[in-house]
T-cell receptor, first 112, second 115 residues
């Protein structure tokens, strides 16, 4: 079993839709959770960062962490064609080793 | 925010040759890492580049195949040695600052194709 599971999609939605992206994980020691956005032929760009359980909102993006279920989500409201990218979840125990554990990424297309 | 650059951005190489990838940051960072991103796969950590000492490799990666240098706090290199087509991948460096501990920022990546 992989430590981080993420449905690779692809996911295709119309402009304006609410998008829900999810990851599950198996290691209860993970405490820091991140979402990266990766455009084609670019490096991953940090989108959201949360610590432990709870919600965090930044503009049209909301990150949720449910540690009891080992489940994290990223919601995109009023999705735009510019949101079309691959979204990667990542997490870490928080040790000084700095290793991040990534999901495979979900490919999202928002069509006008 | 800091700028992370990688050279080359892409390359096509012959089997059996070696390629050195450079990662440059415009400010001093605490930690630097090298990842591999194969099509349809998760980002996989190759090693942590330690300043002034040998890199720390993850399981499945060895120094002879992926020698790494980090001579200072802003620069690191990854060499892919004796390449085979299985080494075709995107190679990414990432960095971490003390103030952003547990959060990493990535360079643009180097796309490598081995024929």
């Amino acid at each position: 079993q992989k430590e981080v599971e993420q449905d690779p999609g692809p996911l295709s939605v119309p402009e304006g839709a609410i998008v829900s992206l999810n990851c599950t994980y198996s290691n209860s020691a993970f405490q820091y959770f991140m979402w990266y956005r990766q455009y084609s032929r670019k490096g991953p760009e940090l989108l959201m960062y949360t610590y432990s359980s709870g919600n965090k909102e930044d503009g049209r993006f909301t990150a949720q962490v449910d540690k009891s279920s080992k489940y994290i989500s990223l919601f995109i409201r009023d999705s735009q064609p510019s949101d079309s990218a691959t979204y990667l979840c990542a997490m870490t125990r928080g040790s000084t080793l700095g290793r991040l554990y990534f999901g495979r990424g979900t490919q999202l297309t928002v069509w006008p | 925010s800091a700028v992370i650059s990688q050279k080359p951005s892409r390359d096509i190489c012959q089997r059996g040759t070696s390629l050195t990838i450079q990662c440059q940051v415009d400010s001093q960072v605490t930690m630097m890492f090298w990842y591999r991103q194969q099509p349809g796969q998760s980002l996989t950590l190759i090693a942590t580049a330690n300043q002034g000492s040998e890199a720390t490799y993850e399981s499945g990666f060895v120094i002879d195949k992926f020698p790494i240098s980090r001579p200072n706090l802003t620069f690191s290199t990854l060499t892919v040695s004796n390449m085979s087509p299985e080494d075709s991948s995107i190679y990414l460096c990432s960095v971490e600052w003390v103030r952003t501990q547990e959060t990493q920022y990535f360079g643009p990546g180097t796309r490598l194709l081995v024929l």
